[in-house]
Nanobody, 121 residues
Framework: QVQLVESGGGLVQAGGSLRLSCAASGTFFSMHAMGWYRQAPGKQRELVAT???????NYADSVKGRFTISRDNAKNTVYLQMNSLKPEDTAVYYC???????????????WGQGTQVTVSS
């Protein structure tokens, strides 16, 4: 199975920066797309950014130009560099990964436990 562990969350002032990391571990056959979701209090979960194994990226309009997603395939780790943070970025951020654990089962999505990001005005 796959375990995802996020790190790097915390409290930052508006205009500041944070870098989130998510390391995948466990037994799996292959790993494909990875990404980040977030959920703010009283709001629905939203997709922040995704990255394929080949490096293609996609961003939500609200973070485009401010956030950068990247990955290190050798380390099975995905990153989210967050710059020019705004109070509306405050949320719990979740790491996700699409992986296949063996040849007999298809891909499934795994989730991390989440890390809190708080941006003060």
């Amino acid at each position: 199975q796959v375990q995802l562990v996020e790190s790097g969350g915390g409290l930052v002032q508006a205009g500041g920066s944070l870098r989130l990391s998510c390391a995948a571990s466990g037994t799996f056959f292959s790993m494909h797309a990875m990404g980040w979701y977030r959920q703010a209090p009283g709001k629905q979960r939203e997709l922040v950014a995704t990255i394929t194994s080949g490096g293609s990226t996609n961003y939500a309009d609200s973070v485009k130009g401010r956030f950068t997603i990247s990955r290190d395939n050798a380390k099975n780790t995905v990153y989210l560099q967050m710059n020019s943070l705004k109070p509306e970025d405050t949320a719990v951020y979740y790491c996700t990964a699409e992986a296949r654990v063996n040849l007999f089962n298809g891909d499934r999505t795994y989730w991390g436990q989440g890390t809190q990001v708080t941006v003060s005005s």
